[in-house]
């Protein structure tokens, strides 16, 4: 069954269920709506908020200004190494739809759909700031506002790709959404990510995750990548990467003056890894 989205141009498979009751979402004018008659209204920004009862209204997610921050240095072509790692991913058969969890302002979820060609894309955040902005820079995605911890509000074995990238990975219904053969990506900082900005400030460690065979219980892997590069970063640019990093929240409340102790220029490693995974 398919169901014309209004604010965007392409038609999304109903794959949407009710956050309460777990029945088919539909597209109802400005909302959408489940047969059991609950009703989600689409924000005048585009995006649909699934949050309901105490959810409303809730703050959490990034802020504005870490979300304007990566945008900064997203447009600066800081993480294009990324993009080329996701660019060489290969999908048979071709995707046809894709889901991110976590996707701040849209930057990897659009370049994922359009060097796939994926028809069907979906993005998910919490941060009502984010999502404002992925509905206006991703016109292709449906943009979702919900809380990817508290269950996904998508079909069982409705979904082709299910990407995490920088983000909190639910495992369970990740496994639960994506259809059999269907893929999981995530991505993740290295414990060296960065590592020459660590000499000027007081930044968070990188605790490195390991995705490895136990956590990825009922995954099969495909490939595992590491892209570890060098960076050329201005003030500007060491400025958005630690305005975006969650470590602001203690520089600020600390009160440390951390502009002033960031250098003119700094060559620093961007050092992540790529996990692509299946669902047997
Ligand atoms: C580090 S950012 C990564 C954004 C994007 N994937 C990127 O790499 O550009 C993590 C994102 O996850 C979102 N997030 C954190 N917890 C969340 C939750 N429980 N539900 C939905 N989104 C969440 C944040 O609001 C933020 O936009």
Request: hydrophobic content about 40%.
């Amino acid at each position: 069954m398919t169901a014309k989205f209004e604010s965007n141009s392409l038609t999304h498979p109903m794959s949407l269920i009710c956050p309460l009751c777990r029945d088919a979402l539909l597209p109802a004018g400005k909302s959408y709506r489940c047969g059991k008659g609950h009703s989600f209204d689409l924000a005048k920004e585009g995006y649909l908020s699934l949050l309901h009862g105490r959810q409303k209204g809730d703050g959490r997610g990034d802020s504005k200004a870490m979300m304007l921050a990566r945008d900064r240095v997203h447009r600066a072509g800081v993480f294009d190494p990324l993009l080329q790692a996701l660019s060489a991913l290969r999908f048979d058969p071709p995707l046809r739809s894709v889901l991110e969890l976590g996707c701040g302002e849209g930057f990897f979820l659009g370049h994922v759909a359009r060097a796939h060609q994926v028809p069907v894309s979906y993005g998910l955040d919490l941060s009502v700031d984010a999502v404002k902005l992925a509905a206006r820079t991703q016109r292709q995605s449906l943009i979702l506002r919900a809380d990817l911890l508290t269950g996904l509000p998508f079909a069982d074995a409705s979904l082709d790709l299910v990407q995490s990238i920088f983000a909190p990975r639910p495992l369970a219904e990740i496994r639960r959404v994506l259809r059999p053969g269907g893929h999981a990506l995530f991505i993740y900082p290295q414990a060296d990510h960065w590592h020459e900005l660590r000499a000027f400030l007081p930044l968070a460690g990188i605790g490195e995750e390991k995705l490895q065979a136990a956590g990825l219980a009922g995954f099969v892997p495909v490939s595992e990548e590491a892209v570890v590069t060098p960076r050329e970063l201005t003030h500007d640019l060491l400025t958005d990467l630690v305005e975006m990093s969650p470590s602001i929240h203690r520089l600020e409340r600390d009160g440390v003056p951390w502009r002033e102790q960031l250098p003119a220029r700094l060559t620093a490693t961007l050092s992540v890894r790529v996990m692509l995974c299946r669902k047997p």
